[in-house]
């Protein structure tokens, strides 16, 4: 594991690194933080009921919660995304892993390939590279961050290939295959076909909308070719007493402090009447590498 220096003339040395340690400590953490900033807060909420389990829409007005029934006047949906795979012959059988398992590996793989040059693609590459593995990133377009600005992007890239991670772009990616207990992407790239093994897959090449369990047919609320659940700008579904939030909508690109404003204003826009709206044009975007990119 390389030294992180964070302040010029001061470098900071890493003298021992104990992966599973590292991802006992991050989980415990997240549990202790979820535990003191959701559900500890929501418990003393009076008006507010917490249940746990699955929801799912069984008319306009109802949702039935495993065995129970219940009625609303308004519904705001936050439900979320999951990670979707590219469509590459072989990567469901060959295994892959998403954001999640990647942050509660037991062992460090040695070599990692990333599908995927976008924020958490970039974010997961140079914290596995850090840990002392060896990564390869995947991006089919001209450059990591396509949607940002390319200068800052053509920077990033330079940064992170000089801490050893190695980008490939314009890269077509045609089959994935376990080979000598190994897993292999095969590639095109400038017309001609390479391969690259490692021992683990993250995908972050994109997310699909958890939309699919939740009965939204029996509530009429529409969905586009992607399952997003399509809104106005107050949030409101094609049923107007059901608003959506965060990544169950067709809105542009977002990151967790913008849904959670979203979740402020929808609740406000179906509590009080409100036509609150975002300007995403103005929502700041970041990716926690280091250094960050932030526009």
């Known amino acids: 594991m390389q030294n992180i220096t964070n302040i010029p003339g001061l470098e900071i040395e ?11 400590d991050e989980l415990g953490l997240v549990a202790r933080f979820r535990q003191e900033k959701y559900e500890t807060v929501m418990e003393g909420l009076e008006n507010v009921t917490a249940i746990e389990g699955r929801a799912t829409f069984i008319s306009k007005n109802e949702i039935q919660v495993d065995d129970r029934i219940f009625f609303g006047e308004k519904f705001l949906i936050a439900a979320g995304s999951t990670a979707a795979p590219p469509s590459i012959p072989g990567i469901k059988e060959v295994g892959y892993l998403t954001h999640i398992e990647a942050l509660q590996l037991k062992k460090q793989p040695k070599e990692l390939i990333v599908l995927g040059a976008g924020a958490a693609g970039l974010e997961f590459a140079q914290m596995y590279s850090r840990f002392g593995t060896k990564v390869t990133i995947f991006q089919r377009s001209s450059s990591i961050f396509r949607k940002g600005e390319k200068e800052l992007s053509v920077k990033l890239s330079e940064i992170l290939t000089k801490e050893g991670i190695t980008i490939k772009t314009n890269v077509s990616l045609k089959e994935a ?36 369990e939740l009965g939204l047919e029996k509530a009429g609320v529409k969905i586009n070719a992607k399952m997003a659940i399509m809104v106005n700008g107050n949030f409101q579904s094609s049923v107007p007493h059901i608003f959506a939030v965060g990544d169950t909508v067709a809105l542009p690109l977002r990151q967790e402090p913008t849904a959670g404003s979203e979740g402020t ?3 406000e826009n179906a509590l009080s009447g409100a036509k609150h709206t975002i300007n995403y044009n103005t929502v700041p975007y970041t990716i926690f590498t280091d250094p960050q990119l932030a526009e």
Not at 14 to 24: G, P
Not at 177 to 196: C, P
């Open 265 to 267: 204003l929808a609740a």
């Open 177 to 212: 295959i376990i080979e000598k207990g190994k897993k292999v992407i095969s590639y095109e790239i400038n017309s001609k076909q390479e391969n690259v093994s490692a021992d683990e897959i993250l995908v972050a090449t994109g997310k699909i909308p958890n939309t699919e």
């Open 14 to 24: 890493i003298k021992s690194f104990d992966f599973q340690k590292v991802v006992q």
